[in-house]
């Protein structure tokens, strides 16, 4: 079978897809792999993983309705000339566009699959900008249009479909739910060795919505009665963002001493292993948080918000905490239960290793995907 596949960044198609790009070919499937931004170096590494690259436009964050129809137009001729059997899509504007590609160009099997709904449906403190108000109806305009054309939609997690499809009374043929899109274990190494002083670690891009405020203020409160505590912070200062952490405000506070920050590492799951507690505070609307799982694959415990995705790693009081989102004084109490409750570190992170195995193997969500896209 010709297989096309439509994401966006091919970094993150290499990152993500390369595992189920290997399962279909072991299958002896022809994939085509759909990229709109990329380097040639990118291009490259996806030939030599055994897929054929092509490159089309999208523009990913705008909402210009005559380039966007251009685009869909071109794409479609890009897929009528392949003529697969299935294609399959993944983020929001590939789902959108790729799909009413795929229909004009008449592809029996047309499958999307949206992993977290993303930046405009993540409730703000201050509630939603007119600016994303605008833009989040456009985006439910569009997947009126695009979802009921699809056999199937996919969802990582059981709260987006109720959020989008019923709230917005969208009419969809079949809906699955995936549970994370998984791990190569093998990656993430279990480890119960841990440091010496309780250290807490934070990994995601340093926004507002992914809850570094929430974790530095909760990182204050800790210090004040257990000043040995350690707070590590990884992840890329979003510049662009609103309410992100700045430079000046990251300076003040390792400075102080309050988190340790080493920049940009390519040792992730080495980090980790030398963290006792993984903690995100995060309010965006994940599909399944991809460092909690690495983190619970590594055997480390969890205090995460009780929120749509961030909830599906985490059975409250056996891996690890659930907390109210935006509320940094929970956030430091389940610290400190850490800290005067060594023992339950290395129990709850065992706990958090069992959930990984089971729920986030590469091989095994795999193999559920295949069979949702019916190969």
Not at 133 to 151: E, H, T
Request: glycine share 8%.
């Amino acid at each position: 079978m010709k297989i096309v596949l439509i994401g966006t960044v091919a970094g993150s198609l290499l990152g993500f897809r390369a595992d189920l790009i290997k399962q279909l070919l072991l299958q002896e499937h022809q994939v085509y792999a759909f990229t709109s931004e990329y380097t040639q170096d990118d291009l490259k590494k996806i030939e030599a993983l055994g897929a054929i690259p092509v490159t089309y436009d999208l523009n990913r964050g705008g909402l210009n309705p005559l380039s966007d129809i251009r685009a869909t137009y071109l794409l479609s001729k890009k897929i009528k000339a392949i003529a697969p059997n299935l294609v399959f899509s993944y983020f929001a504007k590939p789902v959108i566009f790729g799909t009413l590609a795929a229909k004009i160009a008449k592809v029996p099997t047309v499958i999307g699959m949206l992993e977290g709904l993303g930046y405009t449906f993540t409730e703000q403190p201050e509630g939603l900008s007119k600016k994303t108000q605008l833009i989040k109806s456009v985006q439910v305009l569009l997947y009126k249009v695009a979802l009921p054309q699809l056999d199937k939609i996919v969802f990582l997690n059981p709260d987006d479909p109720k959020d989008l499809l019923e709230e917005y009374s969208i009419e969809v043929k079949q809906v699955e739910v995936l549970g994370g899109i998984g791990l190569n274990l093998e990656d993430y190494p279990y480890s119960s060795i841990y440091p010496e002083q309780p250290t807490f670690i934070f990994i995601a891009r340093l926004l507002a919505e992914k809850g570094i405020h929430d974790y530095i203020a909760a990182a204050k409160v800790v210090k004040g009665s257990y000043p040995e505590t350690k707070f590590i912070v990884l992840g890329a200062i979003g510049k662009e963002a609103l309410g992100a952490l700045t430079e000046a405000e990251l300076r003040e506070i390792t400075e102080a001493n309050i988190v340790e920050y080493p920049g940009h590492v390519d040792n992730v799951p080495e980090w980790i292993a030398k963290s006792s507690v993984f903690v995100l505070p995060s309010y965006y609307r994940e599909g399944v948080p991809r460092s909690t799982q690495e983190a619970m694959a590594i055997g480390r415990a969890v205090i995460t918000t009780d929120v749509p995705g961030c909830r599906e790693t985490v059975v409250d009081g056996v891996n690890g905490f659930l907390v109210e989102k935006w509320n940094p004084q929970a956030l430091a109490d389940k610290m400190i239960y850490f800290i005067e409750h060594p023992g339950q570190i290395e129990k709850m992170g065992y706990e958090s290793y069992k959930i990984a195995q089971e729920k986030f193997d590469a091989d095994k969500v795999n193999k559920r995907l295949l069979d949702i896209l019916g190969l």
